[in-house]
């Protein structure tokens, strides 16, 4: 067993002295490609989603699809979600994702509901937002993060784990209805547009006699039908919904379990901080911030990360999904609204996670910790899962924080040729359980469990993803122990992937907003504030950022090219900062956030 484990691990050589690190779609021609034509393959397009009954949610998938360029990888994933969103997977009065559905329509779950299922399709529906700025993902959204405020917040600010099917010993009994209670509970013109909408005048759907609520007719085309203006019809569709839920509220509610996990939580942080942006919540960026300060204060002790919590005491040793879901948090909470806390508490992760987790033989991480019990075989997968891979989460996360701060040990995982073998093998991982052109072996059916390491070796080939139109930031200052030679190398690539920016986009025609994997002004924004703090330390790292400031100049779509904040800068790098003791790293980031906020 262990030398069939061991096979699945592709060796990769060490690169030579000065040689850049392959990335997995070069060393794989055509893995990309592959990887949608399976997931393609598996697609149902009359129903959305992939396979056949049951069918669960894919969040990976939807967001590497999400992110993909081809048109039709796009239209898979917005059409899956677009099914969902109208089933009865999604509670149509609540809010919130079941676990998965037992029939091909999305119709009928099963009625769990699972706290990382949640901040998963948040953070995937968010992104969809983003790109298309649709309605029905906006109520999708919204209604996936109120219910997360509403029903699984717990006093401190963590978020409870799941929410049982059962209620009162019955799978469903909270969620379902009969006409008759729904029309008590509605007035006639209530009832006439709501019982269409939700299915109430067709067949029962749940054992033959209740109704699980689904969209069975979409507002917009009874809007045509009844002749009204849509924004009336739901209208009357959003009051009857509060009326429903305030009867259904006075039911017997399923169990809840209290216990915290770490992993769940950053996970439901990152999708309630995506949203946050999107919608322009800062009500949803407090409460996600509450999480993150409650897993700082009773999950993080002395350096060393808990699993778990319940009833406020802490055990069990963090694993790598822990270590690398919550880096992935505190990035997405810097993006959202720098706080330097949030900067300091993700090296010190960074830290734990590459110290107590990296295999520096065979390379990646082990899920568990060095000091673990031991264990007959010590788990180290790539492939996603119900959630994304831990692996490739830290690799995405630790390259993004390398690329953010410029930290030597951080960014060499995934920049420089004689240290990133061992970062490279993270993502190169899925390599032979994804496809082996050699032996012509084909695609095995499992394809579909890589798109996070996919994702996770795009962040290495292109740069850092997510434009920042979407999310807004603001600039951080580089902590002073870090040396200014580890910048260099990060300098030289600012103006060029500034410039690839803009070629890609003007060459393809990407619209605004649309995600993919071209680096975006956030991440250059971090590295600028970065060079900034290290700027005066010498003379021609100073110089070099002045060119690369002067190059930037005509990404004005990104809001930075306006000529007194060029000179500024410029007059920063150069000259450095006189007077008052303000930090240039944080002067100019901030600078920046406020003229990129200014263009929106």
Not at 154 to 177: H, I, M, N, T
Not at 195 to 218: M, Q, S, T
Not at 453 to 459: F, G, I, N, V
């Amino acid at each position: 067993v262990l030398d069939a484990l061991a096979n699945m691990v592709p060796r990769v050589e060490a690169a030579g002295e000065g040689d850049a690190v392959a990335p997995l779609t070069a060393a794989v021609p055509g893995l990309q490609a592959a990887a949608l034509a399976w997931l393609t393959q598996q697609f149902d397009a009359e129903q959305g989603g992939f396979g056949q009954a049951p069918k669960f949610p894919h969040p990976t998938d939807l967001a590497w699809l999400l992110q993909h360029r081809a048109p039709e990888a796009r239209e898979m994933a917005l059409g899956t979600l677009r099914h969902m969103a109208h089933g009865g997977v999604v509670d149509q009065l609540g809010g919130g994702f079941f676990r998965y559905s037992v029939d091909e329509r999305w119709e009928i779950p099963h009625f769990e509901k699972m706290l990382y299922d949640n901040g998963l399709m948040l953070d995937v529906a968010a992104q969809a937002l983003a790109a298309t700025g649709e309605p029905w993902l906006h109520r999708l959204v919204a209604g996936t993060a109120e219910w997360l405020l509403r029903e699984m917040q717990l006093d401190g600010g963590a978020f409870a784990s799941s929410l049982d099917a059962d209620s009162e010993g019955v799978e469903g009994r909270f969620y379902v209805w009969t006409p008759d209670a729904v029309r008590q509970a509605l007035t006639r013109l209530e009832w006439d547009l709501a019982g269409a909408h939700w299915g109430l005048i067709d067949a029962a759907n749940f054992e033959g006699e209740h109704w699980h609520l689904k969209v069975a007719r979409d507002a917009a085309k009874m809007t045509q039908a009844l002749n009204q203006p849509a924004d009336a019809v739901q209208n009357v569709i959003d009051g009857a919904r509060i009326k429903l839920l305030a009867v259904r509220d006075e039911r017997v509610r399923p169990g809840r379990d209290d216990k915290v996990l770490t992993s769940w939580n950053a996970l439901a942080v990152t999708g309630l901080l995506r949203a946050a942006g999107v919608c322009k919540r800062p009500d949803w960026l407090k409460v996600a911030r509450q999480a993150l300060d409650f897993l700082h204060a009773a999950h993080w002790r002395e350096g060393r990360l808990l699993a778990t919590s319940k009833g406020g005491r802490a055990h069990l040793d963090a694993y790598l999904d822990d270590h690398a879901f919550l880096l992935e948090a505190l990035l997405a909470s810097m993006q959202a609204d720098f706080r330097r806390a949030d900067l300091s508490w993700a090296c010190e992760v960074a830290d734990a996670l590459l110290a107590h987790f990296e295999d520096p033989d065979g390379g990646g991480f082990f899920f568990t910790r060095h000091d673990h019990e031991a264990l007959i075989q010590r788990p180290k997968s790539g492939a996603d899962g119900a959630v994304p891979s831990g692996n490739a989460a830290a690799a995405a996360a630790l390259l993004r924080l390398g690329h953010l701060v410029g930290h030597e040990c951080v960014a060499a995982r995934g920049r420089d040729a004689r240290q990133a073998r061992r970062q490279h093998r993270i993502v190169r991982r899925g390599e032979r359980q994804l496809v082996d052109h050699d032996q012509g072996q084909g695609l095995p059916a499992h394809i579909d469990a890589f798109p996070k390491t996919l994702a996770a070796d795009q962040h290495r080939a292109f740069g850092m993803a997510e434009p920042v139109e979407q999310f807004g930031a603001r600039g951080i200052a580089l902590p002073k122990q870090h040396d200014a030679r580890s910048i260099e190398p990060f300098a030289q690539t600012i103006g060029r992937t500034i410039d690839r920016t803009q070629c890609r986009a003007q060459q393809e025609g990407a619209p605004a907003g649309h995600l993919d994997q071209r680096p975006g002004l956030f991440d250059h924004r971090f590295g600028i504030a970065a060079l900034m703090r290290l700027g005066h330390a010498r003379r021609h790292v100073k110089h070099r950022l002045a060119r690369i400031i002067e190059r930037a100049g005509p990404s004005a779509r990104h809001g930075i090219a306006q000529p007194e904040l060029i000179g500024e800068m410029r007059k920063i790098a150069l000259h450095g900062e006189r007077g008052g003791g303000e930090d240039p790293g944080a002067r100019i980031g901030f600078a920046l956030a406020r003229e990129d906020r200014r263009h929106r």
